[in-house]
């Protein structure tokens, strides 16, 4: 079974540019999460879909940041304009939909280096 | 706010010993916590888990301890082995909350066995 995928694996912009990421989840999973982990810290939750429909984003800058699942399959996280503290590595996942708590399978993650 | 705390940032075990990585909580709802176990440039990987209901979960060499009263829970590791060195991330979840399978990760602890 393929596992959740994402490209580019490695970044680096200037601060001010935009930039966006890719991420393919592990076939038939309805939920998608892309997390943040900056160095130093545990991974945190950006946006979580369910199918094409966003279930949480508390937690997204959004007068920065946005993201899309189209047609509830891949996904997109994008940043614009980027900012010096937006260097992170960002994490996409995917779970089934079955009720109660489902396992969270990870992608290898986009290092972002903003300068 | 940290809601899982990770107070050791690092541990180092002689091979064939015990690993022990402890893990605290502040927030009472959660009821579903997990290990995650993350090697260089790739992305978390479940490791095991355990339920409010229970105090122990035991998988292999991995088991895991739940003490609610004390909001605290450990991973133990025996006997360790060199390819375990990794960094470990706990987590937790609050099924009951809107974004029900949201993961609240710690900050890692970064093990390290020496042959």
């Known amino acids: 079974e393929a596992g959740v995928a994402q490209s580019p694996r490695y970044k680096i912009i200037e601060k001010r540019q935009s930039v966006a990421f890719w991420c393919n989840p592990i076939?038939?999973?309805?939920?998608l999460y892309w997390y943040q982990q900056i160095l130093g810290q545990g991974p945190k939750l950006l946006i979580q879909?369910?199918?094409?429909?966003?279930?949480?984003d508390s937690q997204l800058p959004k007068d920065r940041f946005s993201a899309e699942r189209l047609k509830g399959v891949d996904s997109t996280l994008k940043i614009q304009p980027a900012k010096l503290e937006d260097s992170a590595v960002y994490l996409c996942?995917?779970?089934?939909?079955?009720?109660?708590?489902?396992?969270?399978?990870f992608g290898p993650g986009t290092r972002l280096t903003v300068l | 706010d940290q809601q899982v705390k990770q107070n050791s940032p690092s541990l180092s075990v002689q091979e064939g010993r015990i690993s022990i990585l402890n893990c605290d909580y502040t927030?009472?709802?959660?009821?579903?916590f997990l290990w995650y176990k993350k090697y260089p440039a790739e992305g978390p990987t479940f490791l095991i888990s355990?339920?409010?209901?229970?105090d122990k979960n035991e998988d292999g060499r991995f088991t895991v301890f739940l003490n609610k009263s004390a909001k605290h829970l450990s991973l133990h590791i025996v006997p360790s082995q060199p390819g375990d060195s990794a960094v470990y991330f706990c987590?937790?979840?609050?099924?009951?909350?809107?974004?029900?399978?949201?993961?609240?990760f710690g900050t890692g602890t970064r093990l390290t066995v020496i042959p």
């Open positions: 927030n009472s709802m959660f009821d579903y």
């Open positions: 996942a995917s779970s089934l939909d079955r009720g109660g708590y489902n396992e969270q399978f």
């Open positions: 355990i339920s409010s209901i229970k």
């Open positions: 987590a937790a979840s609050n099924p009951l909350e809107a974004g029900a399978n949201n993961l609240f």
């Open positions: 076939s038939g999973h309805a939920t």
């Open positions: 879909f369910q199918n094409n429909g966003v279930v949480d």
